[in-house]
């Protein structure tokens, strides 16, 4: 599975580009929040059951397999971490060690979501790389495609499809059309929920045409679009919504906090 480079690497050059993006509302302080946990988060697990060895106990090993979970780490350790990292927030500001662009340290909702943030992202890679392409999660990917020789091509797929496809493209430009009176959020709002719509309606043929109907049928030819929009729903887009809901609103109402010489 992919060591601590890349998982730092990924998660890092994310931030750095929504720092970008947000003109500071996703701060260095959410960088490295999003960064530790991407990678030493799940991972710390694997520490405990290297703890554990010295003493010939199989709880480290209980922990680190509870603990190397997505859903599982938050649950376990997410309240605890995200006061642990709201006071570090705090003493790295007040101390002048970590700069916050707003001079707040970050709340406790936002460490708590930088933490769900980080998790998902560690298993984005993970359930790629890891068990010599074998993970529970990437063979249920692959078995939603079509492997029994040459797909056959359904009529009604190919009309489904292209109509899905054809809505998609007509509904943003429909969306984003030029016009007098315009506001970039509501048509990224728009474009959003039109997206939303199309994935559900797509994953929903995709699970009749495999799940619901005997015998199965390949639900678009070959390809494994329903493992592939799950997963990336999952482990792609669901982290970087947590980092978007982590971010710094535009306006503070909180007084930045007198940082200390040192």
Same mark, same amino acid.
């Given at each position: 599975?992919?060591?601590?480079?890349?998982?730092?690497?990924?998660?890092?050059?994310?931030?750095?580009?929504?720092?970008?993006? %947000?003109?500071?509302?996703?701060?260095?302080?959410? !960088?490295?929040?999003?960064?530790?946990?991407?990678?030493?988060?799940?991972?710390?697990?694997?520490?405990?059951?290297?703890?554990? =060895?010295?003493?010939? %106990?199989? $709880?480290?090993?209980?922990?680190?397999?509870?603990? #190397? #979970?997505?859903?599982?780490?938050?649950?376990?350790?997410?309240?605890?971490?995200?006061?642990?990292?709201?006071?570090?927030?705090?003493?790295?500001?007040?101390?002048?060690?970590?700069? %916050?662009?707003?001079?707040?340290?970050?709340?406790?909702?936002?460490?708590?979501?930088?933490?769900?943030?980080?998790?998902?992202?560690?298993? $984005?890679?993970?359930?790629?790389?890891?068990?010599?392409?074998?993970?529970?999660?990437?063979?249920?990917?692959?078995?939603?495609?079509?492997?029994?020789?040459?797909?056959?091509?359904?009529?009604?797929?190919?009309?489904?499809?292209?109509?899905?496809? !054809?809505?998609? *493209?007509?509904?943003?430009?429909?969306?984003?059309?030029?016009?007098? &009176?315009?506001?970039?959020? /509501?048509? =990224?709002?728009? %474009? &959003?929920?039109?997206?939303?719509? *199309?994935?559900?309606?797509?994953?929903?043929?995709c699970f009749s045409q495999i799940f619901w109907v005997n015998p199965?049928?390949?639900?678009?030819?070959?390809?494994?679009?329903?493992?592939?929009?799950?997963?990336?729903?999952?482990?792609? $887009?669901?982290? #970087?919504? $947590?980092?978007?809901?982590?971010? /710094?609103?535009?306006?503070?109402?909180?007084?930045?906090?007198?940082?200390?010489?040192?």
């Amino acid at each position: 599975m992919p060591g601590p480079g890349p998982h730092m690497m990924y998660a890092m050059g994310t931030g750095l580009a929504m720092t970008k993006l %947000s003109n500071g509302r996703f701060s260095p302080h959410h !960088t490295l929040t999003y960064t530790i946990n991407a990678f030493f988060g799940p991972d710390i697990g694997s520490f405990s059951e290297w703890l554990g =060895s010295f003493f010939r %106990s199989s $709880f480290g090993s209980s922990l680190a397999d509870a603990i #190397h #979970h997505p859903f599982y780490y938050v649950i376990i350790l997410g309240f605890p971490l995200c006061v642990l990292y709201s006071l570090l927030s705090r003493i790295l500001l007040l101390k002048g060690l970590l700069d %916050s662009v707003s001079g707040v340290p970050l709340t406790k909702r936002q460490c708590f979501l930088l933490i769900c943030a980080g998790s998902f992202s560690h298993f $984005f890679l993970d359930h790629l790389f890891e068990e010599n392409g074998q993970s529970s999660m990437y063979v249920w990917i692959l078995s939603t495609g079509w492997w029994k020789g040459r797909a056959p091509i359904n009529p009604d797929a190919v009309i489904v499809i292209a109509v899905l496809c !054809t809505c998609l *493209i007509g509904g943003f430009i429909y969306i984003n059309r030029v016009k007098p &009176a315009k506001s970039a959020r /509501n048509q =990224s709002y728009h %474009s &959003a929920s039109l997206i939303l719509i *199309i994935a559900s309606l797509y994953c929903l043929w995709c699970f009749s045409q495999i799940f619901w109907v005997n015998p199965r049928r390949a639900a678009v030819g070959e390809e494994a679009d329903l493992g592939v929009l799950v997963f990336l729903a999952i482990y792609f $887009f669901l982290p #970087h919504l $947590f980092c978007i809901m982590s971010m /710094n609103p535009k306006d503070h109402h909180v007084e930045a906090l007198p940082l200390m010489t040192v």
